[in-house]
């Protein structure tokens, strides 16, 4: 299993950026995926989430209304989609997988990327 996570830059407070992850390895149609990230002297925390079939989707409170979460089966692809972004926002964000349907909980995620900065300046 391996998950390559891109898309993070240098963006202004307000601006958008879409992240990317593309698994390969897996049939990633069977997996959930979840996006999380981690502030520089911080602990990781979770972002969002979304079910094998991307009907079901979660978002953190800090996220909620700004980042949207989807996915593409057919191109092995899962994304987030960062609006209206905040200082606070800046940190490495990850892509990881579950091999449960649907899941919140980070330790029920087994396969992770290598993360992707995002760095917001105001």
């Known amino acids: 299993v391996q998950l390559q996570a891109s898309g993070g830059g240098l963006v202004q407070a307000g601006g958008s950026l879409r992240l990317s992850c593309v698994g390969s390895?897996?049939?990633?149609?069977?997996?959930?995926f979840g996006w999380f990230r981690q502030a520089p002297g911080k602990e990781r925390e979770w972002v969002s989430c979304?079910?094998?079939?991307?009907?079901?989707?979660a978002y953190s409170n800090s996220v909620k209304g700004r980042f949207t979460v989807s996915r593409d089966n057919a191109k092995s692809t899962v994304y987030l989609q960062m609006n209206s972004l905040k200082p606070e926002d800046t940190a490495v964000y990850y892509c990881a997988t579950s091999r449960r349907s649907f899941t919140t909980t980070s330790a029920e995620y087994d396969s992770w990327g290598q993360g992707t900065l995002v760095t917001v300046s105001s």
């Open positions: 979304i079910n094998m079939n991307g009907d079901e989707t």
């Open positions: 390895g897996f049939t990633l149609d069977y997996h959930a």
